[in-house]
């Protein structure tokens, strides 16, 4: 029999618990599965976590762990730490299925999860008509305007709009002629302007501290983010109405601006290491950084391709957590292959 797959509850991995992860110490056990579906010919998730902890302690605490969050028979992929009795999950995205049995957890395959933003909203901007989304783990639902906030402009303005349109069009109907333009046009976008204040200011009351992307014609967008004092908002945004795509196209190109804007934080985290090359407070030497962040030196650490050296740089990355820096994953040719990590010293 399948499980059901659940996902409405299995949170994402998220920097906060990263960084508390990082703190474990003792027999940690990391086992990473990657996506499954049920009736697929690869096997289910609980098969093959039983393969990889042939013999291996908690075992048995994982099997339930899967079992409890109805995942063993399939669903999207997860990361498990386990210590001691106790066992956690969290959704990631995961590549290929592995368990790593260490003195901490090993968090370098997740660590692009963790600054990634997997759960924001979508604010579809448009005279006509406002649109809410929330986007979660690649998927996109519609939510309900927070009550009371004006969904367009026309309803934000109240009856005065009718007269306003009355007064700017000499008479003859459907082909009427309209004069006084110039002054219209600036009582549009002082009403454009307060209605957008009171969206940000009706939005950020829902949306709390997750970020909201904004989607529409970028004059719009522009007008929002100059009036807009209380959302969070992504730096990019999706140039398009949002009426004129399904949920399922939203939700990739939401995906994409997540991700870009996960690349360009790394990006700028790189070039702020760089700009202090010539200070002597940058290393890039694995054993020199990995016993800098031992001692709490390292500030800022940039991850690169960590093939062969994954032990010795998952302990400086969990250093460095533990210590309060911050660290970021690059990829592509971003970093030199030869050098797995680049850290900006306190001192």
């Given at each position: 029999m399948t499980n059901k797959i659940n996902t409405k509850n299995l949170s994402f991995l998220d920097a906060e618990a990263l960084r508390s992860l990082a703190h474990q110490r003792g027999e940690c056990l990391?086992?990473?599965?990657?996506?499954?579906?049920?009736?697929?010919?690869?096997?289910?998730?609980?098969?093959?976590?039983?393969?990889?902890?042939?013999g291996?302690?908690?075992?048995?605490?994982?099997?339930?762990?899967?079992?409890?969050?109805?995942?063993?028979?399939?669903?999207?992929?997860?990361?498990?730490?386990?210590?001691?009795?106790?066992?956690?999950?969290?959704?990631?995205?995961?590549?290929?299925?592995?368990?790593?049995?260490?003195?901490?957890?090993?968090?370098?395959?997740?660590?692009?999860?963790?600054?990634?933003?997997?759960?924001?909203?979508?604010?579809?901007?448009?005279?006509?008509?406002?649109?809410l989304l929330q986007f979660e783990g690649g998927v996109c639902k519609s939510l309900d305007l927070p009550s009371g906030m004006p969904w367009s402009l026309v309803?934000?303005?109240?009856?005065g709009t009718n007269d306003l349109k009355m007064k700017n069009h000499a008479p003859g109907g459907e082909g009427s002629i309209r004069f006084g333009t110039s002054a219209s046009d600036e009582d549009e976008e002082r009403h454009l302007e307060h209605w957008f204040g009171q969206v940000d200011e009706g939005i950020a009351r829902v949306a709390g501290n997750d970020l909201v992307l904004l989607m529409g014609l970028d004059d719009e967008v522009a007008m929002f983010r100059r009036v807009a004092k209380r959302c969070r908002l992504f730096g990019d945004h999706i140039a398009h109405g949002i009426n004129d795509f399904p949920l399922g196209e939203i939700a990739q190109l939401a995906g994409e601006c997540a991700q870009e804007r996960q690349a360009k934080e790394a990006r700028k985290a790189l070039d702020r290491i760089r700009e202090w090359k010539d200070?002597?407070?940058?290393?890039?030497?694995?054993?020199?950084?990995?016993?800098?962040?031992?001692?709490?030196?390292?500030d800022v650490l940039c991850v690169g391709d960590a093939a062969g050296e994954e032990e010795l740089v998952n302990s400086t990355v969990t250093e460095t957590l533990c210590h309060g820096g911050d660290v970021f994953v690059l990829s592509g040719g971003a970093m030199s292959s030869d050098c797995p990590v680049t850290a900006l010293l306190r001192y």
């Open positions: 990391t086992v990473l599965l990657p996506t499954t579906h049920p009736g697929a010919p690869e096997k289910d998730k609980l098969a093959t976590l039983k393969s990889l902890l042939r291996q302690k908690m075992a048995r605490e994982m099997e339930a762990k899967l079992e409890e969050e109805n995942l063993s028979g399939g669903g999207p992929g997860v990361v498990l730490f386990g210590r001691g009795h106790a066992v956690v999950v969290h959704r990631a995205k995961v590549d290929e299925a592995k368990a790593v049995s260490s003195d901490r957890f090993f968090l370098l395959p997740v660590l692009r999860c963790a600054r990634l933003a997997n759960r924001f909203m979508i604010l579809g901007l448009s005279k006509k008509v406002l649109r309803e934000s303005r109240g009856a200070q002597g407070l940058v290393s890039t030497d694995s054993e020199d950084v990995n016993q800098a962040a031992i001692e709490g030196r390292v």
